[in-house]
């Protein structure tokens, strides 16, 4: 009896460790950055730090939101500019370029492996052009991106 005692007392304590767990794993934030790019307008960037956090953020995001990520077959975090929904706002080219510019830095700073490096390509597109697949972290890309060195 006391074996068995024991045990019960070791699952308990085991489930409630992976239980805390898993608390910690659903209350981590994501990355975000609030800036403001266009004239009085505020552009939220969410970057996603894993796979699954990249993952959810593409399928979070409204199909105007802006994607960037490394280009080059590089892995790297992604990152997701939050446009607007309102159609009363008026997006300049001036302001997307800003926009995507901002994007493209965050993504190189929150991606180890390119932070001291020049010149890095990265590509971007609107989330409408952007799906997961099955692999968590991956995406399939429909149409041409665009490319913006950093």
């Not at 990152?79 to 001036?94: F, G, M, N």
């Not at 010149?119 to 913006?148: A, C, L, Q």
């Amino acid at each position: 009896m006391i074996i068995a005692h024991k045990d019960l007392s070791y699952n308990l304590f085991s489930y409630i460790r992976i239980l805390i767990i898993i608390l910690i794993f659903l209350l981590q934030k994501m990355k975000t950055f609030t800036f403001e790019v266009m004239s009085g307008q505020d552009i939220e960037f969410v970057i996603g730090q894993n796979a699954r956090e990249n993952t959810q953020i593409v399928q979070e995001s409204s199909p105007q939101d802006i994607w960037v990520h490394a280009g080059d077959g590089v892995s790297s975090c992604h990152v997701i500019a939050q446009l607007p929904d309102d159609d009363s706002i008026e997006i300049t080219k001036r302001d997307r370029l800003m926009i995507v510019k901002k994007g493209a830095v965050l993504c190189k700073e929150n991606t180890n492996k390119l932070k001291s490096q020049h010149h890095v390509p990265f590509i971007y597109t609107t989330i409408e052009n952007v799906s997961t697949t099955k692999i968590m972290g991956e995406v399939r890309i429909k149409g041409s991106t665009k490319t913006i060195s950093i």
